[in-house]
C-alpha cells in the first residue's frame, strides 16, 4: 500500500508526485535508466513549488563540489543514517529534477543528504531551505558548460546572504570557497587540503596573485586562510575541536578521509556523535562503482575503477595510484556532453607523474590523449576499448581511470569482481589531498 502524503502538499503537487513516480517506474521497465531525471522534470513542470513543499520543515544537508560530492553525500547519508531514515539522491541526478526525486518517497519527514551540482545549487538551496550546506572545492570541469571559477564562488557567496539559519562547513584550503562561504551566517571551517592549485590562483576578492605557503594562504587585500577547527592531520588522524581522534574508512586514499571527515562535521550539525558517523563510514567498499573491482577482457582480468573527470581529480587520482608499486593503467578517455566537449584540460595535468608504468589508452578520444601523454614522455600504447587493453596487459589487477561517461559505460560492460579478503587486495597508502 502507498504511503499516504503529508497533508501540507497542495494537490497539484500530490498530482505532480504520481506523475513523477508514474515516469520514473516507467523509465526503469524501459531499461533507460533510473528515472530520476525524466520523472522529476514532468512533475516541476506541473508543480513548479514542488520541490520547496517536499523539502519544507526537513532536516535537510546539501552537498556541492567540483570534485568528491557524490562519494561525500554518500559518507553523510551514512552518518546521518544512525538517527533514521535518510532520503538521498545517490544516483547522482543532482539537479532539481533528481533531488526532487528523492525527496517524494517515503518516509517524507525523513532527514536529507542531497548532493547538488555546483551551478544549481542555489535554485535548489532556495527552495529546500537546507539546515547545513557543505561546500568541498571549485576547479574547472566542464569548460563549454562552466568555465569561470570565480562565478561559481560568487553565486555560492550571493546564496549564503540569503539564507537564514543555515550553516555551512566549507574547505578552508580553497581560497574560492573560503570567500563564498564568508558571507554565511553560520561557519564550521574544516582543512582537507588542496592538492590542484592551478584554478585558485588568483585572490576571488582583489584578484591579485595569492601567497601560499606550508600553513596556509593570504592575499594583499586582507583575505586568508581561516583557523579550521577540523583538519584532517594525517593517513588516519583527524584533529577534532581541539582533540585528536584516529580516523579510518573502508575507502582508500587521503581524499577520502577528506570527504569523511566534512561529512562527519556536518553530521555534527544534526547531534551525530564523530564516532558514531565515522563507524557508519567504514563498510562502504565503494560509490557507484568507484574503487570496485571489475572483471575486464576476455582474460577477466582484475580492474579497479577510478573516476576523473577534471585536472584536479586527475591529481587525486595520481596520488592513489602511484601509492602502490608500479602496475598497467587503462586510460579511458571520453567527451560527450556529459563529459564537457571540450578536452583541452589534459594539457593542464601533470600526465608526466605516470612514467614508469605501462600504459594503455582507450576511449572515444584515445588518439587527444595518447598525443597528450607523448608529450609528457609516458610510453603508452593505444588499443580499440577498454577490454582489448585489458587484454594487452600483462599483470593480474590493473587500474583503469576513465571520465564520466567512459567509467558509466564500462560499469554496464563489466561484472563485479569476486570479493578477496582486505588483507589479500593491493592496499593502497593513503595518500592524497583533496
Given at each position: 500500500?502507498?504511503?499516504?502524503?503529508?497533508r501540507?502538499?497542495?494537490?497539484r503537487?500530490?498530482?505532480?508526485?504520481?506523475v513523477?513516480?508514474l515516469?520514473?517506474e516507467?523509465s526503469?521497465?524501459?531499461?533507460?535508466?533510473?528515472?530520476?531525471?525524466?520523472?522529476?522534470?514532468l512533475?516541476?513542470?506541473?508543480?513548479?513549488?514542488?520541490?520547496?513543499?517536499?523539502?519544507?520543515?526537513?532536516p535537510?544537508?546539501?552537498?556541492?563540489?567540483?570534485?568528491?560530492?557524490?562519494t561525500?553525500?554518500?559518507?553523510?547519508?551514512?552518518?546521518?543514517?544512525?538517527?533514521?531514515?535518510?532520503?538521498?539522491?545517490?544516483?547522482?541526478?543532482?539537479?532539481?529534477p533528481?533531488?526532487?526525486?528523492?525527496?517524494?518517497?517515503?518516509p517524507?519527514?525523513?532527514?536529507?543528504?542531497?548532493?547538488?551540482?555546483?551551478?544549481?545549487?542555489?535554485?535548489?538551496?532556495?527552495?529546500?531551505?537546507?539546515?547545513?550546506?557543505?561546500?568541498?572545492?571549485?576547479?574547472?570541469?566542464?569548460l563549454d558548460?562552466?568555465?569561470?571559477?570565480?562565478?561559481?564562488?560568487?553565486?555560492?557567496?550571493?546564496?549564503?546572504?540569503?539564507?537564514e539559519?543555515?550553516?555551512?562547513?566549507?574547505?578552508?584550503?580553497?581560497?574560492?570557497?573560503?570567500?563564498?562561504?564568508?558571507?554565511?551566517?553560520?561557519?564550521?571551517?574544516?582543512?582537507?587540503?588542496?592538492?590542484?592549485?592551478?584554478?585558485?590562483?588568483?585572490?576571488?576578492?582583489?584578484?591579485?596573485?595569492?601567497?601560499r605557503?606550508?600553513?596556509?594562504?593570504?592575499s594583499?587585500?586582507?583575505?586568508?586562510?581561516?583557523?579550521?577547527?577540523?583538519?584532517?592531520?594525517?593517513?588516519?588522524e583527524?584533529?577534532?575541536f581541539?582533540?585528536t581522534?584516529?580516523?579510518?574508512?573502508?575507502?582508500?586514499?587521503?581524499?577520502?578521509l577528506?570527504?569523511?571527515?566534512?561529512a562527519?562535521a556536518?553530521?555534527?550539525?544534526?547531534?551525530?556523535?564523530?564516532?558514531?558517523?565515522?563507524?557508519?563510514?567504514t563498510?562502504?567498499?565503494?560509490?557507484?562503482?568507484?574503487?570496485?573491482?571489475?572483471?575486464?577482457?576476455?582474460?577477466?582480468?582484475?580492474?579497479?575503477?577510478?573516476?576523473?573527470?577534471?585536472p584536479?581529480?586527475?591529481?587525486?587520482?595520481?596520488?592513489?595510484?602511484?601509492?602502490?608499486?608500479?602496475?598497467?593503467?587503462?586510460?579511458?578517455?571520453?567527451?560527450?556532453?556529459a563529459?564537457?566537449?571540450?578536452?583541452?584540460?589534459?594539457?593542464?595535468?601533470?600526465?608526466?607523474?605516470?612514467?614508469?608504468?605501462?600504459?594503455?589508452?582507450?576511449g572515444?578520444?584515445?588518439?587527444?590523449?595518447?598525443v597528450?601523454?607523448?608529450?609528457?614522455?609516458?610510453l603508452h600504447?593505444?588499443h580499440?576499448d577498454?577490454?582489448?587493453?585489458?587484454?594487452?596487459?600483462?599483470e593480474?589487477?590493473?587500474?583503469?581511470?576513465?571520465?564520466y561517461?567512459?567509467?558509466?559505460?564500462?560499469?554496464?560492460?563489466?561484472?563485479?569482481?569476486?570479493?578477496?579478503p582486505?588483507?589479500?587486495?593491493?592496499a593502497?597508502?593513503r595518500?592524497?589531498?583533496?
Amino acid at each position: 500500500m502507498m504511503t499516504p502524503l503529508p497533508r501540507r502538499l497542495s494537490a497539484r503537487t500530490k498530482a505532480a508526485l504520481a506523475v513523477e513516480r508514474l515516469a520514473s517506474e516507467t523509465s526503469r521497465r524501459l531499461g533507460k535508466g533510473s528515472g530520476e531525471m525524466i520523472g522529476g522534470k514532468l512533475a516541476l513542470q506541473i508543480s513548479p513549488r514542488a520541490l520547496a513543499e517536499v523539502g519544507k520543515g526537513r532536516p535537510i544537508a546539501c552537498v556541492s563540489a567540483t570534485n568528491g560530492k557524490t562519494t561525500t553525500t554518500r559518507l553523510l547519508a551514512r552518518a546521518l543514517g544512525t538517527l533514521g531514515p535518510v532520503k538521498s539522491n545517490s544516483g547522482g541526478a543532482n539537479m532539481a529534477p533528481g533531488v526532487l526525486a528523492a525527496l517524494s518517497r517515503p518516509p517524507y519527514d525523513a532527514a536529507a543528504a542531497l548532493e547538488v551540482d555546483e551551478i544549481w545549487l542555489p535554485k535548489v538551496a532556495r527552495e529546500v531551505q537546507p539546515r547545513v550546506v557543505l561546500l568541498l572545492n571549485i576547479s574547472r570541469d566542464q569548460l563549454d558548460r562552466s568555465n569561470e571559477t570565480r562565478r561559481i564562488a560568487a553565486i555560492w557567496r550571493d546564496l549564503g546572504e540569503e539564507l537564514e539559519d543555515c550553516t555551512v562547513v566549507a574547505n578552508v584550503d580553497d581560497p574560492l570557497v573560503t570567500w563564498a562561504a564568508m558571507s554565511w551566517s553560520k561557519q564550521v571551517w574544516v582543512s582537507v587540503g588542496q592538492n590542484w592549485t592551478a584554478d585558485a590562483m588568483v585572490c576571488p576578492q582583489c584578484a591579485k596573485l595569492l601567497h601560499r605557503n606550508e600553513t596556509g594562504w593570504w592575499s594583499e587585500c586582507g583575505l586568508a586562510r581561516p583557523e579550521p577547527i577540523v583538519a584532517v592531520t594525517g593517513p588516519d588522524e583527524i584533529m577534532w575541536f581541539g582533540h585528536t581522534i584516529k580516523a579510518s574508512i573502508g575507502l582508500p586514499g587521503r581524499v577520502n578521509l577528506g570527504n569523511a571527515t566534512m561529512a562527519a562535521a556536518a553530521a555534527r550539525q544534526f547531534g551525530v556523535q564523530v564516532e558514531d558517523a565515522l563507524a557508519a563510514m567504514t563498510d562502504l567498499g565503494d560509490v557507484q562503482g568507484r574503487y570496485q573491482e571489475v572483471l575486464l577482457g576476455s582474460a577477466a582480468r582484475r580492474a579497479r575503477m577510478l573516476l576523473a573527470k577534471n585536472p584536479a581529480g586527475w591529481v587525486e587520482m595520481m596520488e592513489l595510484i602511484n601509492s602502490t608499486s608500479p602496475r598497467s593503467l587503462i586510460v579511458d578517455f571520453n567527451s560527450q556532453t556529459a563529459d564537457g566537449r571540450d578536452p583541452s584540460w589534459i594539457w593542464d595535468v601533470p600526465f608526466e607523474r605516470l612514467a614508469g608504468r605501462p600504459v594503455l589508452v582507450t576511449g572515444e578520444r584515445k588518439e587527444d590523449m595518447s598525443v597528450r601523454l607523448a608529450y609528457a614522455g609516458v610510453l603508452h600504447s593505444v588499443h580499440q576499448d577498454a577490454e582489448a587493453a585489458a587484454d594487452a596487459a600483462t599483470e593480474p589487477v590493473l587500474d583503469v581511470v576513465a571520465n564520466y561517461t567512459a567509467f558509466r559505460d564500462l560499469l554496464v560492460r563489466t561484472a563485479p569482481a569476486p570479493r578477496r579478503p582486505r588483507a589479500a587486495l593491493p592496499a593502497p597508502a593513503r595518500g592524497g589531498a583533496r
